[in-house]
């Protein structure tokens, strides 16, 4: 079992940065895939962004170049560098993990992910 939760959110204006963090326990070392997603008033949850064991890392096209995924090394903690944030980027955002290497879904699917975090807000003023 693994346990997420993640800290970090906030308010920021627009052209801004925050960084989310994500602690894991429990048995991290099991875990293969670690990533984010968020979830707007009103929409479906999306992914934001994953990396996996070897560090590889993908991104939702509309933050590519703004935010960066990174963990280290024991996969206890795994952050989301956000800079130049948009109003569209307000969202409650949620840490996810995965033990399993090979997988029926992709990094982008919710069914992916095996572990959620509780989430942390993120607003952006215009």
């Known amino acids: 079992q693994v346990q997420l939760v993640e800290s970090g959110g906030g308010s920021v204006q627009a052209g801004g940065s925050l960084t989310l963090s994500c602690t894991a326990s429990g048995d991290t070392s099991s875990l293969w895939l670690l990533g984010w997603f968020r979830q707007a008033a009103g929409k479906e949850r999306e992914w934001v962004s994953s990396?996996?064991?070897?560090?590889?890392?993908m991104y939702l096209d509309s933050v590519k170049g703004r935010f960066t995924i990174s963990k280290d090394k024991d996969q206890t903690t795994v952050s989301l560098q956000m800079n130049s944030l948009k109003p569209e980027d307000t969202a409650m955002y949620y840490c996810a993990a995965d033990p399993t290497v090979r997988h029926r879904y992709g990094w982008e699917s919710l069914s992916r992910y095996n572990y959620w975090g509780q989430g942390t807000q993120v607003t952006v003023s215009s």
């Open positions: 990396i996996n064991s070897n560090d590889y890392a």
